[in-house]
C-alpha cells in the first residue's frame, strides 16, 4: 500500500470539531439569552404586582375612609412600596407611587384617583 494520504484524516477531524464547537457555542448563547430574558420578565412581573396591590390597598382607603393619606408606605417581600399624595384638584387626587425593590431598582408610578368616584382613572410610570 502506498501511503499517500496527505493528511486526510486530521482536516476532517478538525472540521467536525469545529462544527461541533460552533454549534454547541450557539446554544449556550440561547440558553444565557433565555435566562436572561426569564429574569428580567419575573422583575417586571413583580413590579406590577407591587403597584397593582398597592393600588388597591390606596383604593380601599379611599373607599373606607373617604380620604388618602398625605404620605404611606407598604412592606412586601421584595421591595418598599412609598406613595406621597397631593392635595386634590376639583374631584381628581394626585398619587405618586415610589417602588425600590430589594436589588435596588426603583420604579415610579402615577396614580390619578377621583375621590367622587372612589377609584382609579388614569396610570403613567416614569421611566
Known amino acids: 500500500m502506498k501511503k499517500n494520504q496527505a493528511g486526510f484524516t486530521y482536516p476532517l477531524t478538525l472540521c467536525v470539531v469545529l462544527v461541533f464547537f ?20 419575573a422583575i417586571l412581573l413583580q413590579e406590577e404586582y407591587y403597584f397593582l396591590s398597592s393600588i388597591k390597598k390606596v383604593e380601599n ?16 417581600g421584595n421591595g418598599t412600596m412609598d406613595y406621597q399624595a397631593d392635595a386634590p384638584v376639583n374631584s381628581v387626587q394626585r398619587v405618586n407611587f415610589t417602588l425600590r425593590l430589594s436589588s435596588g431598582i426603583t420604579v415610579i408610578g402615577i396614580g390619578y384617583f377621583d375621590t367622587k368616584l372612589k377609584r382609579i382613572v388614569k396610570w403613567a410610570e416614569k421611566n
Open 22 to 41: 460552533l454549534f454547541l457555542s450557539i446554544r449556550v448563547e440561547q440558553l444565557l439569552t433565555e435566562r436572561k430574558v426569564v429574569n428580567q420578565t
Open 61 to 76: 382607603r379611599l373607599t373606607s375612609t373617604g380620604t388618602i393619606q398625605s404620605k404611606g408606605s407598604f412592606k412586601y
